[in-house]
């Protein structure tokens, strides 16, 4: 019995010592796991820290910029009257005589945006928006329906100027584009696939694109892009800032399918400041230049000509007499910088030179043989000068029935000519019943290159039986050839 008694004690003590360590150790894990272990409340934040699904940061305040900018958007109608031929002669007046003139005209219709810049009425668009358009008409947020007149279009650029009769208009106002950082919140407000006041949002995904849709040695291609939505009919329209200032022209898409496909492209403010002030006081633009051949620097060019960076535009040839041979720019020398403002490419050297004008001061950053220079350069025009160029004055010329204004150099080396007079306005005459149209430009009349009011006249004195030939080319590069009886 007390043998038994013994193994029994042994037993449960052994039992009890077991159970009492396994307790302290079962809930020394358990206090472990629910120290590791978070609450409800420690679970959310850091979801909340790192939750990728809201990509727009709670501090970002659209409303505002979006408040100002719809109103000072505008929806652009045009309509354009072409002819169905594609080339006139002598015969047009004749068959408009004996069969009316079915068939011979046609009449488009297009769309797109327009941004109120002035509280009295001047809109700025894109160039394509109005071009070759015979009647142009404006709506506001407010439905309210305004005909606008043209001021000026630079092609070079994709920008015009319009006009319509009103005043305290609600108006955007220019920021500055040159400030603009990659990754920055951006607006685009415009009429897309005629939806008016439409906005949209996105950020700057990169600056200073050139993308090659211009065309011409004197286009100026710096274009923001940014992956905020643009379409058909947002041409025209508003790239605005969180502040709801204007920092772009929205001009164009990059897309396979004609619909946005993930980029789109803005003119920047600072350009389209400039551009549409020449337009509004001189009636045309005051193209600056550096005076030099400039070439892109990449990794090839850099091991060819030994460079160490391949930061900067490279100087191919100072022009002679120019601006930048003055200042003592040289050959070789990589352009880093203009007025302090980086200019890695071309593109973004060509967009900074395009906010000024010909006699403007600027200070030419430039790295030779890694020592860095700076240079003031003062730009100057086509013609190595400093003048600030007016637009020509119209005259009338009673024979035609038209107003006529000499085509700026400019515009003639943009479309390969020597010489032209472009219709401003047109009467019943002669040239209206043949079907010619205001925008038209005079090139030839009976043989002879017509380029200033006496060109014209003493090419008209020479008729032969009071027959005149006239050759000229419409902006969209329809040719005409048209003989009448003066």
Do not use: C
């Not at 668009?125 to 407010?142: G, L, M, P, R």
């Amino acid at each position: 019995m007390k043998t038994f008694l013994k193994s029994f004690l042994g037993t449960a003590s052994a039992i009890l010592l077991v159970l009492l360590v396994s307790y302290f150790f079962i809930n020394k894990d358990e206090d472990k796991s629910s120290a590791q272990r978070p609450t409800d409340t420690q679970q959310n934040i850091p979801i909340q820290s790192t939750n990728y699904a809201s990509t727009v940061p709670q501090n970002v305040n659209f409303v505002d910029a979006a408040d100002k900018s719809v109103n000072a958007v505008v929806h652009i109608k045009t309509e354009i009257n072409v002819k169905a031929q594609s080339y006139h002669d002598f015969f047009d007046p004749l068959r408009e005589y004996l069969y009316g003139d079915r068939g011979r005209n046609q009449s488009f219709v297009a769309y797109g945006s327009g941004v109120v810049i002035s509280s009295d009425g001047y809109i700025a668009t894109n160039n394509h928006v109005v071009e070759n358009a015979d009647k142009i008409s404006v709506t506001f947020n407010n439905r309210e329906e305004l005909q606008a007149q043209l001021i000026g279009r630079d092609p070079t650029t994709d920008l015009a100027l319009i006009k319509v009769d009103a005043s305290q208009l609600p108006f955007l106002s220019f920021g500055n584009s040159d400030e603009l950082k990659v990754g920055e919140w951006v607006l685009a407000v415009g009429n897309p696939f005629n939806l008016t006041s439409t906005v949209t949002a996105g950020i700057v995904s990169a600056k200073a694109r050139n993308i090659n849709i211009l065309g011409g040695a004197s286009s100026i291609e710096s274009f923001i892009q940014t992956d905020a939505a643009v379409n058909r009919g947002n041409s025209g329209g508003a790239l605005v800032n969180t502040r709801g200032e204007l920092i772009g022209i929205n001009a164009a898409i990059a897309s396979h399918t004609g619909v946005y496909e993930g980029y789109s492209f803005a003119i920047p403010a600072n350009l389209a400041k400039k551009v549409v002030e020449d337009l509004k006081n001189y009636g045309e633009i005051q193209r600056a230049y550096l005076g030099v051949q400039l070439r892109d620097i990449d990794a090839e060019f850099a091991d060819k000509l030994g460079l160490s960076q391949v930061n900067g535009v490279y100087v191919a040839e100072v022009v002679n007499n120019s601006g930048a041979m003055e200042a003592g720019i040289e050959d070789g020398d990589i352009i880093v910088a203009i007025n302090g403002t980086i200019t890695n490419t071309f593109s973004e050297l060509v967009g900074s030179i395009g906010q000024y004008r010909p006699g403007d001061k600027v200070i030419v950053s430039v790295n030779r043989n890694g020592e860095l220079i700076d240079y003031d350069v003062i730009l100057r025009n086509q013609d190595n000068t400093t003048s600030i160029v007016k637009a020509e004055e119209t005259f009338f010329n009673k024979n035609l029935s038209v107003s006529l204004q000499k085509v700026s150099k400019l515009s003639l080396d943009n479309m390969h000519l020597k010489s032209g007079l472009s219709i401003t306005e047109i009467k019943p005459g002669v040239l209206q019943r043949g079907g010619i149209s205001e925008g038209f430009i005079i090139t030839e009349v009976n043989g002879k290159a017509v380029n200033s009011k006496n060109d014209l006249e003493d090419a008209l004195s020479e008729s032969n039986n009071n027959r005149v030939r006239l050759i000229g080319i419409y902006p969209n590069g329809m040719k005409v050839s048209y003989e009448f009886m003066m």
